[in-house]
């Protein structure tokens, strides 16, 4: 375990272009320390893990990080079938509801007290510190994604749960089992509701037709069964003769950018790019990745130029203006951009070009995902634990970001994600009558 620590630091500093643009490097070498000095006995990879990653989670990236989810799970674990929002400020944890197929115990949108005795303010902390990200509020809510995990493995709660929450008429406590997953999934397979299909989940279209609206959700930025999405969803835009449309990019946590630049050739009126540049480090990862993803084809000039790159040098790209294509679908209409937290990655890189280029009015929270920031992940693996990680190999920035922009897209009209859609109507709304 102590090798793999210090394994752990030499793939950093080998393939990340700056693992210690925040976090000091002899604070970073002291904590690791620390680390190697607790470790006293065997652990499994589990009880690793959770040593570990608290140093990752110093670094302030959220693309480099340790993967233990999926050993965690293929063990049939015990989960507490409820959703939950967490916040590193009050409430700090809030139930959103059961699972499919679980009759609610305590209200929907309760605020958590404690869960066994420990207060949702300590549980939240704990999360953060389990967390990778650039700032607490996106580390606290995308833990909320794995809740259950966090209380087996952090408080070992052996799938009972001692719930305290308030309510209108004080403070009220629940007593729930949890459940294991594959009985969970089980239920889900046998359920009449039956789960949407990826096309269905990442895209959706609806019209407004009294107020000429159109709402377009994206959940994620894939190419799976986008091509026939857009050009679909925009010719019943153009054949309703549409005048408003709503891109809704909250929860969105990103996907591959060149969905993006497609998307913007629908939006935009003129050349365009979401990046201004980039900062490659060459390195093994990285290599690696690359003869991966070409096996069995044959590699460009670019592949063989990128593998005869000495390890540890760092190119600078420039983004030069992508053209646009003949389009008779583009929509020249008024357009509301909706974002929040975990708008993230490459869904936070549409928000700034958006923004860059003036296409319309965004509103909700500041993303998650920075107009500058590490990305364009190389995976990698401890070779004693053998615990799977990801590390950024390069330093993005937006079209529009200096170099101090270390910060997200800022909304025009800021309000709680939850009322985006309805701060947009009201803008559409009031727009129509004058």
């Known amino acids: 375990m102590k090798e793999d620590i210090d394994t752990l630091v030499k793939y950093l500093e080998d393939t990340h272009p700056n693992p210690y643009y925040r ?27 959770l040593k570990a990653e608290p140093l990752l989670a110093k670094l302030d990236d959220g ?40 009759d609610a115990q305590f209200p929907v949108k309760s605020k958590i007290v404690s869960i066994n005795n420990i207060p949702a303010q300590k549980i939240v902390d704990d999360i953060i510190n389990l967390n990778t990200g ?9 833990g909320s994604s794995r809740f259950y995990f966090y209380l087996e493995a952090l408080y070992k709660a052996n799938g009972n749960y001692q719930i305290k929450y308030k309510d209108k008429a004080g403070d009220k406590t629940v ?58 969803a925009f010719t019943v835009i153009s054949h309703k003769g549409i005048q408003h449309l709503i891109i809704n990019l909250i929860d969105n946590a990103g996907g591959d950018s060149d969905v993006g630049d497609d998307l913007f050739q629908y939006l935009l009126d003129q050349p365009f790019r979401q990046y201004e540049k980039v900062v490659v480090k060459n390195s093994r990862f990285l290599k690696q990745r690359l003869k991966a993803h070409r096996e069995g084809k044959t590699l460009d000039s670019s592949d063989i130029a990128l593998l005869a790159k000495p390890d540890g040098t760092v190119d600078t790209v420039v983004y030069a203006d992508i053209p646009l294509k003949p389009n008779p679908l583009r929509f020249d209409g008024s357009v509301y951009l909706l ?7 490459s869904a936070a890189d549409f928000a700034q070009c958006f923004k860059h280029y003036k296409r319309g009015t965004i509103i909700g929270e500041e993303t998650g995902g920075l107009i500058k920031s590490y990305g364009d992940i190389v995976p990698a693996r401890l070779p004693h634990t053998q615990l ?39 803008l559409i709304r009031h727009r129509e009558k004058h």
């Open 339 to 345: 974002v929040n937290l975990q708008t993230y990655s």
């Open 23 to 49: 976090y000091p490097k002899a604070q970073f070498y002291q904590d690791v320390q620390a680390t190697k000095n607790s470790f006293s006995k065997d652990l499994s990879l589990l009880d690793f893990y």
């Open 175 to 232: 007593h729930i089992k949890g459940m294991r997953q594959i009985e969970l999934d089980k239920r889900k397979e046998d359920s009449p509701i039956k789960t949407s299909t990826a096309h269905e989940v990442n895209y959706s279209l609806s019209i407004i037709e009294q107020d000429k609206t159109a709402i377009i959700a994206f959940k994620n930025f894939d190419w799976n069964g986008y091509t026939a999405f857009a050009d679909s």
């Open 63 to 102: 693309h480099t990080d340790f993967h233990i989810l999926q050993d965690y799970d293929a063990e049939n674990p015990v989960v507490l079938p409820y959703s939950f929002k967490l916040s590193p400020a009050a409430p700090f944890i809030i139930c959103e509801g059961p699972y499919q197929t679980i």
């Open 134 to 142: 650039e700032n607490r509020a996106f580390r606290a809510d995308f």
């Open 388 to 426: 799977d990680m990801t590390i950024s190999s390069a330093l993005y920035y937006d079209i529009g970001a200096g170099e101090s922009d270390w910060r997200g897209v800022v909304p025009d009209k800021t309000v709680p994600a939850e009322m985006a859609l309805k701060e947009a109507m009201k």
